[in-house]
Nanobody
Framework: QVQLAESGGGLVQPGGSLSLSCLAS????????MGWYRQAPGKERELVAR???????KYAESVKGRFTISRDNAGNTVHLLMNSLKPEDTAVYYC???????????WGQGTQVTVSS
């Protein structure tokens, strides 16, 4: 089993910045596949940014140039730095981890990000 603990999030004005972090624990063998998805009210969950096996990174078109995903090589933590936030970025953000050991997706409980003046 894998546990994901998210931190960060909150309320920010348009144009502001926020940082999210996700600590993975449990049966972690690598953090090659880890990242963030989000779900706005009435919408489906969508990819925000993720790191994949081989070191590649994938971003949603809507966040390219504004969001940056990074990994803490000292531990099992992935960060998401969100700059130039827009009201349409408002959503619950979920940490995601794919276990190559048991071929399963794991999700955090979610953290609310609200962009509003």
């Amino acid at each position: 089993q894998v546990q994901l603990a998210e931190s960060g999030g909150g309320l920010v004005q348009p144009g502001g910045s926020l940082s999210l972090s996700c600590l993975a624990s449990g049966s972690i063998f690598s953090i090659n596949n880890m990242g963030w998805y989000r779900q706005a009210p009435g919408k489906e969950r969508e990819l925000v940014a993720r790191m994949e096996s081989g070191g590649s990174e994938k971003y949603a078109e809507s966040v390219k140039g504004r969001f940056t995903i990074s990994r803490d090589n000292a531990g099992n933590t992935v960060h998401l730095l969100m700059n130039s936030l827009k009201p349409e970025d408002t959503a619950v953000y979920y940490c995601w981890y794919y276990s190559e050991y048991d071929s399963s997706d794991y999700w955090g409980q979610g953290t609310q990000v609200t962009v509003s003046s």
